[in-house]
């Protein structure tokens, strides 16, 4: 039987029948593939650096800097520890009117860190692993800085009142994560040079970490001990990191890039699956006649059908491994397109996406190439004289419906995500009814216009997509829903992006200094008197302690009402519940740290109410607090809540009177918390200015960087310009994997036509046995194939359209404007994909005599 299966699948491929099978399941395991090795190397990546991703075995980190007891109890237990603060600065090249500046990450290292993994530096044109972190009076930068300030080895940099040499280029370190990267470079020194940078004065934006590392007996003692004492005494500005925590989110991220992604190659399998299941259609129509053949020398249909079966499990392993081949070549360009985005030094990916591509494969296959083949199983005998086709049968109806169960099983699997996969496949579906009833008015609408074409091949090829309407719908719908994905990710992407960066009004700040002490406020309103009327805002930094009289974790957590408990026994139970769902890592992060509250006595003009009424300074013999309408959302805030700070020590209580809405595009100094001046007297405040400074003052930071270096001001030009980098990076990616599905919507188009081969060869044999010559026939075919390519992509660039305002209107809140020249596009592209495709399938119809033509009939 095998041999007799083998024998059969080498006469078919060599007859042309398997061809585009293979190809069109080569091209969705491609794409699969490609995803899916690429994020197996993050994956792998990740559990590689899963010891290190916290430079210790156990975390201690706050905004504020750890007493003492923590350290001394590490000790105690004979821990190794290290000590790192972290904060955003500027950072100064060069000097006079030569020197220039940039926002950088500054963290400042003790001896003994790291206590797990190895920092890497550059030597020559290779990496090594060093064994000391830098040395006093010297930072290491990443290569990023040394391009924007023009730095080399050697170079002093200056980093508040302290000047420092550039003493290696730093390229990796272990706690840097597999997250993407952060918006502004890395420098790092010694703890012994921070002090005198002067950067950490009162109020200072920072994060304290103490690392740990020792025996797995002495990290668990130690990680009871510091829960019970966080129990016992609540300490909101303290967490406690471990392996699972920070595996966790990075696992968290690395989900949702792989989502991501997967919807993307997912659209290409989708087409290819219907490409697919056109091209077993014309399989099936070519073989009847061989089937009676085979019936009537008593082959029986059991064995008709493990004939066919095990012919097309020979195809689906070769197009499984072609597909992997090519999958496994486009991810290393993947890799390089998202640039940036993606972490350097990935291990080469596992046996596992392999393993997928290839059962991606088979369940396409099975799901959408079976079910039509085992029609002819049920081929009759008589089939040879009276050339009958049985109906089909319950069972080969049942395959439709395993084949779609499985192929939804393939994309719940591919994308990690149940939800998700319906969406999906619901968007799928919705998308193309839509697209394949409006073919059909335009169809409806030409056919109406017949008369209205003078010329001979005009209204042939008018008469040729009216006659089959179902296959020419197919054909537009195929081709608009590739179509649709590029030109959004191409066009309306650019459109969009222009009308964000220009969204920013003339004379809008596009710089912010904070961190401006009380006793600078009158240098600093000097300094910036001769750039217009810059915005200031004072602020007080404070952390939130309870909500309604109960533990802000808890609420957040959506604990249940009742009797309020006692601070002791609230952080008991958040000790308890620590492993279960609770609030996000973003919340968790919010309320462990302090908040900036801006003063305002008068609403913001970028701001808009979305319930309740602005504050008039006290609500029911309390202040009045106004609170951004998402961090309401994240901490179930709602209107009449009281809230509890801590300010320095110091209590501060709160009613919500307004829920805001914060347009944080706006170039304006945004706050997630207002309240009024009034009830903020006495407690202390550092000072916010927003300013616009021209495009040809490049020293503008430099020089209140150098004058004052505890500043930090945000160049908000550099850090749009980085944005588009990483923008323009991940839209390339996400192209590359949309280029497979447009090749698959030009093979659904392809299979369309080829399915209707046969049919046309004979019409055309009639046709010029009618007198009509083949240019004439030809012209004619070309007129169809640039009619359908062009409904094709009107239809998606009208989508796009469709889609570009709604991304205008509700996620970037821009302008929006019509772009006739995206009709035009839409469809030039899909005439030429039409052409390109209609070539392929219908290049030999004319090739073929009309008096062989008219006996085959």
């Not at 056919?447 to 020419?472: C, E, N």
Request: net charge positive; proline share 4%.
């Amino acid at each position: 039987m095998f041999r007799l299966s083998f024998t059969m699948t080498l006469r078919d491929w060599r007859a042309g029948e398997l061809r585009f099978l293979l190809l069109a399941l080569t091209l969705s395991v491609a794409a699969l593939s490609t995803v899916n090795f690429f994020v197996d190397r993050l994956r792998t990546g990740l559990e590689r650096d899963a010891h290190q991703m916290l430079a210790a075995d156990l975390e201690l980190e706050s905004d504020q800097p750890l007493d003492g007891a923590w350290l001394a109890e590490a000790q105690r237990r004979g821990l190794h520890h290290a000590d790192t603060v972290s904060l955003f600065t500027m950072a100064v090249a060069g000097e006079g009117e030569q020197a220039t500046s940039t926002l950088v990450a500054l963290k400042s290292v003790s001896e003994t860190y790291p206590l797990r993994g190895r920092l890497r530096v550059r030597l020559q044109e290779s990496d090594a692993v060093s064994e000391t972190p830098p040395a006093p009076g010297t930072v290491w930068v990443d290569a990023t800085l040394l391009a924007s300030l023009r730095l080399h080895v050697g170079s002093v940099l200056s980093v508040g009142e302290r000047s420092l040499t550039v003493a290696q280029v730093l390229t990796a370190e272990p706690d840097a994560g597999v997250a993407f990267l952060a918006l502004a470079p890395r420098v790092m020194m010694a703890n012994a040079d921070l002090a005198a940078t002067g950067l950490l004065q009162a109020h200072a934006i920072a994060n304290y970490r103490l690392l740990l590392a020792g025996s797995a007996q002495q990290v668990s003692g130690y990680e009871r001990w510091a829960r019970d004492r966080m129990a016992a005494a609540p300490i909101k500005s303290v967490a406690l990191n471990s392996f699972a925590s920070k595996r966790g989110d990075a696992s968290e991220t690395l989900d949702q890039t792989r989502q991501f992604l997967s919807l993307a190659s997912l659209l290409t399998a989708l087409l290819a699956a219907l490409a697919v299941a056109l091209a077993a259609r014309r399989f099936v129509r070519r073989h009847l006649d061989a089937c009676a053949m085979l019936r009537c020398l008593g082959l029986t249909q059991a064995r008709l059908t493990c004939l066919f079966a095990l012919e097309f499990l020979l195809l689906g392993l070769a197009a499984g491994a072609a597909g992997v081949a090519i999958g496994y070549g486009s991810h290393f360009a993947l890799v390089n397109w998202l640039g940036q985005l993606a972490p350097a030094g990935l291990p080469p990916p596992g046996w596992a996406p392999a393993l997928q591509g290839m059962a991606a494969s088979l369940i396409l296959l099975l799901g959408f190439a079976l079910p039509p083949v085992l029609q002819l199983r049920n081929v009759p005998q008589l089939r040879l004289l009276r050339r009958d086709t049985a109906p089909p049968q319950a069972s080969a109806l049942g395959g439709y419906v395993l084949g779609l169960a499985m192929f939804g099983s393939l994309l719940a699997w591919q994308t990690g995500d149940v939800m998700l996969a319906l969406v999906a496949g619901g968007a799928f579906v919705v998308g193309g009814a839509a697209f394949a009833l409006l073919a059909w008015l335009g169809l409806a609408l030409l056919k109406r216009s017949r008369g209205a074409f003078v010329h001979a091949a005009w209204r042939l090829a008018v008469t040729d997509m009216t006659r089959q309407p179902g296959a020419t719908v197919l054909q537009v719908t195929a081709l608009a829903l590739g179509l649709t994905a590029l030109l959004l990710l191409t066009v309306v992407r650019a459109d969009l992006l222009a009308a964000w960066m220009g969204a920013t009004p003339v004379g809008a700040p596009n710089q912010f200094v904070i961190n401006i002490q009380p006793d600078q406020r009158d240098a600093i309103d000097a300094r910036l008197r001769g750039y217009g009327a810059p915005q200031q805002q004072a602020q007080t930094r404070a952390r939130l302690l309870r909500i309604n009289g109960r533990d802000a974790l808890e609420v957040a957590a959506g604990g249940t009402e009742g009797a309020k408990d006692s601070p002791k026994d609230n952080a008991k139970n958040n000790a308890k519940d620590s492993g279960k769902r609770g609030p996000s890592r973003g919340v968790r992060e919010m309320l462990a740290r302090e908040i900036d509250i801006g003063h305002a006595a008068t609403l913001p003009s970028s701001d808009k109410l979305t319930a309740g009424n602005w504050y008039g300074g006290e609500t029911a013999g309390m202040p009045a607090i106004s609170i951004e309408e998402n961090m309401a959302a994240d901490l179930k805030l709602k209107l009449g809540d009281t809230l509890q700070f801590d300010v320095a020590g110091q209590a501060l209580q709160a009613r919500v009177s307004n829920l805001r809405k914060v347009d944080w595009r706006a170039h304006q100094i945004g706050n997630l918390l207002l309240m009024h001046p009034s009830a903020m007297r006495g407690l202390p405040a550092t000072w916010a200015v927003a300013v616009h400074v021209p495009a040809d003052d490049l020293l503008f930071g430099t020089r209140l960087a150098r004058d004052f270096p505890n500043l930090t001001v945000v160049d908000l030009r550099a850090i749009l310009r980085q944005v588009q980098r990483m923008l323009a990076q991940a839209v390339a990616a996400v192209q590359f994997l949309f280029a497979f599905t447009l090749a698959a919507g030009v093979l659904v188009l392809y299979a369309a036509l080829a399915g209707s081969h046969d049919l046309r060869a004979r019409q055309a044999a009639l046709l010029r046995a009618l007198g009509a010559t083949r240019g004439r026939l030809a012209q004619a075919q070309w007129i169809e194939h640039l009619l359908t390519g062009a409904l094709a992509g009107l239809l998606a660039a009208a989508s796009a359209t469709l889609a570009s305002w709604a991304l205008s209107r509700y996620s970037f809140h821009l302008a929006w404007s019509w772009s006739p020249l995206l009709l035009a596009v839409g469809m030039a592209t899909g005439a030429a994909c039409a052409l390109a495709g209609g070539w392929l399938g219908l290049r030999n119809v004319l090739n073929q005599p009309p008096l062989l033509g008219l006996r085959s009939n």
